[in-house]
């Protein structure tokens, strides 16, 4: 089983919508956890860092739940522009991340 | 502002060739690794070095070498290319504890016939 774990998706979305995320790990004695964006035949970019209290840039919301070993991201208000795959990260102890599969994202008129 | 620099952009090579794909980066961080990117397989760790002079093997390293003589330098050997490593090969660099965002460099396009 891997470490990081998510829906491939595609997630096809109209713009404007609400779309969340989820991503599970393992070994809960993990500290640091992250989303990052890639854009088509690019590099990842990092979106967020996911705190235990939670955080908020504009219209992405990440959560981190340790309690159930997911973490999630929040998109509102969709635009075009968000049309992505969307990787998460963990922190392992070598201090390079283990990241999932990720989640494609396609936001469409 | 460089970053971090990856060639070539793209190769091909033909099963059993060497060749070297070249890293670096001008932020001065100690940590450095190589992915690989496949369809439906996410990145997958191949090696990595948390300094000059110190490497370890990542999650698939099999077929893989690597050194890092300078903290700017990490380059990935092949050394006999077969076509389970056509892929997409990122470099990324991170600074020491405490920030553990990555850069990436913009990726290299590898396909082994």
């Known amino acids: 089983r891997k470490e990081v774990e998510q829906d491939p998706g595609p997630f096809n979305v109209p713009e404007g919508a609400t779309v969340a995320f989820n991503c599970t790990y393992s070994?809960?004695?993990?500290?640091?956890f992250f989303w990052y964006r890639q854009d088509c035949r690019k590099e990842p970019k990092l979106l967020m860092s996911v705190y235990s209290s939670g955080n908020e840039d504009g219209r992405f919301t990440a959560q981190l739940n340790r309690a159930s070993q997911y973490i999630s991201l929040l998109i509102r208000d969709s635009k075009l522009s968000d049309s992505a795959t969307y990787l998460c990260a963990k922190g392992g102890g070598s201090y390079i991340p283990t990241f999932g599969r990720g989640t494609s994202l396609i936001v469409h008129p | 502002n460089a970053g971090v620099t990856q060639t070539p952009k793209f190769q091909v090579l033909k099963t059993g060739q060497s060749m070297t794909l070249q890293c670096a980066q001008d932020m001065n961080h100690e940590y450095m690794s190589w992915y690989r990117q496949d369809p439906g397989m996410g990145l997958r760790l191949i090696h990595y070095s948390v300094g000059a002079g110190i490497t370890d093997q990542g999650e698939v390293p099999n077929g893989y070498n690597v050194s890092r003589s300078t903290t700017e330098d990490f380059p990935l050997r092949l050394l006999s290319a077969a076509p389970s490593q056509t892929s997409v090969y990122f470099c990324?660099?991170?600074?020491?504890?405490?920030?553990?965002?990555?850069?990436f460099g913009s990726g290299t396009q590898l396909s082994v016939l």
């Open positions: 990324a660099s991170r600074s020491g504890q405490g920030n553990e965002k990555l850069f």
């Open positions: 070994n809960s004695a993990s500290q640091s």
